[in-house]
């Protein structure tokens, strides 16, 4: 077996005890037309990335990654409570080839079944007589709250501008995207009570994992099969949203044909039917922008590996380095 | 001056504390499209009973006021988060007779201004290094959180349901209205070192206080001035609650015209047009369930005021009668 194989085990090992623990959060728990939708909710499935580093991270600082079970499901569910809510936001019908929770029950279930689970999540992080980091823990959770919801807030800022820069789009993913990661590194190092340069090498691996993680999710939006998305693909061109792709071909776009097509975009807050989805992958196809993201996402991908160069090797940081390894082949 | 008088100046002293505190959380910052809204919701005025409680209740069980004005905020925009988040639930036009955050804006922004506000609030509860009791407070912010969605999760079911017992009534009024009540009760005798005895006291003072208070704001919404209320007058009836004065009318009617006019309330999921109102406000009176509802707030007023004659007097423990007294003129 190969240390591929090894790791792969362990990712496996550590997704059936954050499964086990999902499973059991909310059963048996009253009333039924709240915690049937948020059983639904966070048990479908999914590479359940946030609560897995938050337990390599613990064991990257010289913890036990066990130890930062609850911490991890926890940040699994501050994350499933941004995703029912911004489908709301997004009207976006799937998630994961199942119904979104607003569109199987109605948009107030979705809107209290996330609000009732921030209240679950905070209920799992440590007190003080459990670990001595809590108040480092809960400030990092709160602090990632609050990002969180600013970077939805730029996000859907972003559906009214029609000149968003790359630097717009940088400073929006890192709150939406980056910042939960970063969380959970940051509170999985707590756990694991490491130092903090630890942390900070923790913590900078993490936001460029996120920011790869999304504008590589930017390029799988249109490179994907839709059975491996979980949704339509071009969801993000119908929805308007100004990805990487978009933001780049408005950049390099020169000829008229082109920046018509970018400006009807634009105006029309999206790709109007499924006849415009073509032009436009053409169009990105001709101005290198599919290639673009791919070797933006490596160079996070690669300051990933290097932040955390400085940390005493383990096994677990030579998890963190097959992690990346792993989630840069999603687009290949 | 009288004692009263005394109270109310340093209940205003308390109000003026937690508005200042209020003013300047997201004073400058950033998205506006986020903290605009939430600078319009939380600064709407309003009686701040809930920090003000927390507030008494720390100085009840002989610590020092000032410093549970940073956990009543907490709770203030706790409290804020629940209706900026119901009224999207309830499709609510007015709060305090302003636009809500969702009329003014949009629901996604209503959305994300609840979401965010949670953060705020835990952002105000103490460190360990703050406060010895700090594990006791966000245990009790977290219950409170869950409990206050579980309150609005039943309170949902109500629509859907025609046979609402008073005992359903109370138990989503115990969650929905009386637990943060208790949240900020308990926690502002935490703030304060209260005993397990003092603690429990407070916190059955405020369970009374919130169910009295729910009562006679069912009964407020077809007794009081509209410019009082910041809403419709019937609001509740419109909107087809199930509330005190419809419950114990559905128990108490007998004659056939009552019934039909109940019933059509229970079908229709509320009143159909204005010239319903006065029919129901008839039936209303002839069955006397006004006269129902202030003597069952009385009693819970009273309760209230029983579970406290065990704390050692202060005055404090005045304050927290005044304010009984205080709110039961409220109908009158």
Known sequence: MNAGEDYKALYDDYLRKVEAQLEQIVKYKKPESLYSPFHYLINGGGKRIRPVLTMICA??????????????????????????HDDIMDRSPLRRNRQTVHEKWNEATAILTGDVMVGFAYSLLPTTSQHPRSDEIYKAFTRGLIEVCEGQAYDMDFNE??????????????????????????????????????????????NCLGIAFQVQDDLLDLTAEQAELGKKIGQDLFEGKKTFLIIKALEKAKNENDKKLLNDFLNNNGLKDESELPKMIDLFTRLNVFDDAISFADTYFEKAKNSIAILKANQYIQMLHWLIDNLNKRRK
């Open 59 to 84: 064991g990257a600082v010289g913890g036990n990654p066990d130890d930062a079970l609850d911490c991890g499901v926890a940040i699994e569910l501050l994350h499933n409570f941004t995703l029912v």
């Open 161 to 206: 501008k029609k000149d968003v820069s790359l630097d717009d789009y940088l400073n929006m993913i890192d709150k939406k995207t980056a910042k939960l990661l970063e969380t959970a590194a940051l509170i999985g190092g707590n756990i694991g009570k490491g130092s903090e340069n630890d942390l900070n090498s923790l913590q900078t691996y993490a």
